[in-house]
């Protein structure tokens, strides 16, 4: 028989349908079908100025948008040549660090609660606060943050900063270890993860696969690593790898991921530079507000970026970062006018999600849902 499972399910994680072909309770064949929540960012991006574009790039992941910021402004910047102050950077590095633990709660919470464990959403969603609570001290906002800027930050950190994200690892780690109480050793969870959606090292490859999905495959894949980017290289962490390849090591993989970003959150609030939060490129980057209030020339560049943008070089650029569902890029091409001629996006979610049909096939219908939560898929970010 054909099943239809979504696109309106509580287990697709928003609006995805996969269409089952069933032989009893074994799946036969998936099709992933997307498209129901396009939002035509790509295109929209090509209509505005470059600065007005970082917005957009919040609402692809929306449980990512530090990251998605991240990935835009370096591309932009690496086609102005542009050099962002270490402080800038550093911060870039830290708030990246709580977006991705940010993103794991969430995924964490709903992933258990597709396979029954309902309180486990709940104290994920407790924790997610003390994060959104830092996302709005720095931006005023506690999703849509846009805090980064081409060119550095939006504006200073508060002097309070690093005090908020020191009560911010202080108390995450006890909290991981009780939700490890729970599943790591919990039989029903066992049984539901271990052995379920299994990938090899060849999947993996044949995939593109990037983030837990391929580093559960055992192939230790980080762009933090491997192309260094926002002075990663001066950070001290470890890339965590199961070689399982099944829900399970997915899981063990992103909660290991915790641990890591706590730690290097931790070297980034001790070694916070000081100094300016956004580089001195006059015609690109706002300059400080109290020059635009006492001098003319400052006025005269603010007001023009922001009415009519600036102009970056002809030419193309990608850059990738690694957001917590692995490799976003932004692919920019250039043609010296204020706005993109062409923007695409390589978002994990879309290259991640053309494995489930690999990963449910000879399986239970039952797994897809483990299947498709151990993906870890924002929609916004696959239809974009």
């Known amino acids: ?19 089952l072909e069933l032989d ?4 036969v064949k998936a099709y992933p079908v997307i498209g129901y929540l396009h939002t035509g960012i790509e295109k929209t991006a090509e209509a505005k100025h470059y600065h007005k574009v970082v917005p957009l790039t919040d609402r692809m992941d929306y449980l990512a948008p530090m990251s998605n910021n991240l990935g835009y402004c370096l591309a932009v910047e ?47 969603f407790r924790e997610r606060e003390h994060i959104l609570g830092i996302y709005e001290l720095v931006s005023g906002q506690r999703m849509m943050s846009s805090y980064f800027r081409i060119g550095g930050l939006m504006k200073d950190l508060p002097k309070n900063f690093n005090e908020e994200v020191q009560k911010v690892i202080d108390l995450i780690p006890s909290r991981i270890r009780e939700y490890e109480d729970l599943l790591t050793e919990n039989r029903i969870f066992r049984n539901r993860t271990i052995g379920v959606g299994k990938l090899t090292k060849e999947d993996a ?8 999905m391929i580093r559960g495959c055992g192939i230790p894949y980080d762009l933090r690593k491997a192309i260094p980017y926002s002075s990663y290289d001066k950070f001290d962490f470890e890339i965590p790898t199961r070689e399982e390849g099944d829900v399970f090591a ?50 005269i560049f603010h007001f ?3 009415t009519e943008g600036f102009h970056p070089p002809e030419g193309e650029v990608y850059v990738g970062i690694e957001s917590p569902k692995g490799e976003i890029g932004y692919y920019i091409v250039s043609d010296g006018s204020p706005n993109p ?28 849902i483990a299947n498709i939560g151990s993906v870890d898929i924002v929609l916004g970010e696959v239809d974009r």
């Open 250 to 299: 997915r899981y063990q993989v992103r909660v290991e991921e915790m641990y890591q970003s706590l730690r290097i959150t931790q070297q980034a609030i001790d070694g916070m530079p000081e100094g300016d939060f956004r580089a001195n490129v006059p015609g690109v980057v706002l300059p400080p507000k109290d020059k635009v209030l006492t001098e003319m020339e400052a006025l």
């Open 341 to 368: 001629y062409r923007m695409r996006v390589r978002p994990p979610s879309f290259i991640n999600l053309a494995a489930l049909p690999k990963m449910c096939e000879g399986g239970y219908v039952a797994d897809v």
């Open 304 to 306: 023009k970026i922001i």
């Open 78 to 124: 690496k086609l102005l040549d542009c050099e962002i102050p270490p402080k800038a950077q550093w911060a870039r590095v830290c708030l990246a660090e709580l977006t991705r633990i940010n993103s794991h709660l969430v995924w964490l919470g709903t992933h258990a609660l597709d396979i029954g464990a309902m309180s486990m959403a709940l104290y994920a």
């Open 1 to 19: 028989m054909t099943l239809n499972m979504g696109p309106q399910h509580p287990a697709t994680h928003g609006v995805l349908r996969v269409v």
């Open 205 to 212: 490859m044949t995939y593109s696969l990037t983030g837990p």
């Open 24 to 27: 009893g309770e074994i799946v």
